[in-house]
């Protein structure tokens, strides 16, 4: 890995890192560009990488155009940090050419995520599970940082055994081309057009869809089992049960999620409020105001409110959170799982 | 009551009724009066009343037009059963001049539902308690309406101890104005005009909204609270515990609920289907298919499926069903209720 000493601004010397941004044209690849700009992460070049269509495109980073590159297996080979925001497939394909370039590979895809050798990470929670990565830290699903990143300091007060979630998930989390559908539906739907699907299964303007993902045999969707797969590992809570219905809701890009918490211990609403005010990462809502997505999007606080014992079990709490999809649920924790290995490293 | 003998078509007297829409202009009073020629309800005369605003307007009722009138204390002099679609303070307001004309009062309104002397009923599940009435019979809540025919079925297999619900409710909950709201923002939103709210608290296009109704000293709202409170009376079940969250969602006019329930036994994924294939106002739509708000609008059918084991509880099932808030949500069971008093006066 090729390190370049550069002064910061206090005049000390600093590590600056050339970055590649792995499908630079989507949804997920813009917004990572955002936060390298809005972070002033120490970047000695920007490499923005995607598929033959988008080659030629330009994106202009703190005032400058940089263009995007046709990826192949030699695209890494000055890296020093590949970010992914591709499918599952793109990541597989090119995470050797990565590796053999010597370059962290930052991945927002599902692929590796729970490989036992690669750390699943949210910077706020296990930010030191990073130390152990094998070059590859996987950056997890939306819905689970959103969540995670709501309960993580409830979780402290007192273990949370079991959780009975329902999301409400906006179209930006089926990438740019969700987003270019439903606003598409939108004006359609306007207009007494015909609608058509393409993105999602049906029409998702003035409905909602309860699938995102496949089915597995048990009848859960691939995304419903995230939240217990994925939390389990980022929480180190390997009994953690979460019941989950995975929803998409016509909103553009923040996610929403009702969630009840059963604790070993009871906890009462007082202690969940006075945890939340100190949280990091979230912003605590209260009534008589709550989080919405549309107050909570082009920021990176998930917002929590709608505190209220569970009417089931005297053990159980139940809240709605939101955060924007794009941002913390995906670009930005990327990019602080970079500034993360960057303090570690140092 | 006057009640006049006439024959039906086989040649048999029956009695006919004279039935008084009050709030026709509205959301569930047109859809009363659509679901009374549907259904060929047995009408001496039908009186349509509202506020001084809609008088002189007609709507179309087989074929005649029928004037809306102005509601006074003598509007229900002539009538057998009034269908009150109106908010509580006007039910209140017209109950004793319904009462003292001797008319039956069936109120889509939340004044009475839980008075001692006022049966709640939906037909598939407690059309017998119409028998306790004394001159008044309440409608249910919407989604308590979707949500107890979802699992009356259920219930009969073992008896349900508890329930965790979040709610996905159209804008047409919020009546006719908020469907106007709706459409008027759907509008402004695709031209970038700037958004006006004045029947919802915030923008709801695009936007989801955790609250309808307002909050109680406990944090839950009222809408929340009416799945447990009424769900007890519907299903005779006065331990029954419910936890939900109630959120508006920018849907036109069918509600869509997420339940976890907890049996006092455990019962199968299988005799949950097999329970649901018969059940009585109910749709099962298995995978890999699943109940959709646009698909069971305007319809009467409660659609249910994503049945599956909940994961944190071998004693809990979780499913998702939907049904249209305006028809079986309100104006189709206020009519059920009526054809089950004829049937059970008989």
Redesign the interface.
Known sequence: MLILLMRNHKGEFMKTYTVAVLGASGAVGKAMIQALEERNFPLKRLVLLASERSVGKRILFKGKEVFIQKTDEHSFDDCDIVLGAVGNDLSKKYAPFIKKAHALFIDNSSAFRLEDDVPLVIPEINGTDILHHQGIIANPNCSTIIGCIAIYALHQLSSIQ???V?T?QAVSGAGIKGMYEYEKQ??D??QNKEINTDVFP??IV??????IGE?NE???TGEEMKI?NEGRKILHAPQL???C?C?R????RSH?L?M?L?FEKEIT?GEVREALRSAQGCRLID??F?????DCSNQDLIYV?????????SK?I?L?CCGDQIRKGAAVNAIQICEKYIELEV
């Not at 709550?290 to 549309?294: A, C, K, Q, R």
């Not at 409110?305 to 079990?313: A, E, K, N, Q, V």
């Open positions: 079991s959780m009975i329902s409400y939108l004006e739907l306007t049906y029409q003035s409905n909602v869809i309860p699938q089915f048990n009848g859960y217990q049960k979460v019941n219905t929803v809701v016509p909103v553009l929403s009702s009840t059963y609403v009534e008589p709550y989080p919405m997505p549309l409110g709608r505190i209220r014992r569970d009417l089931t079990s159980g139940t709605w």
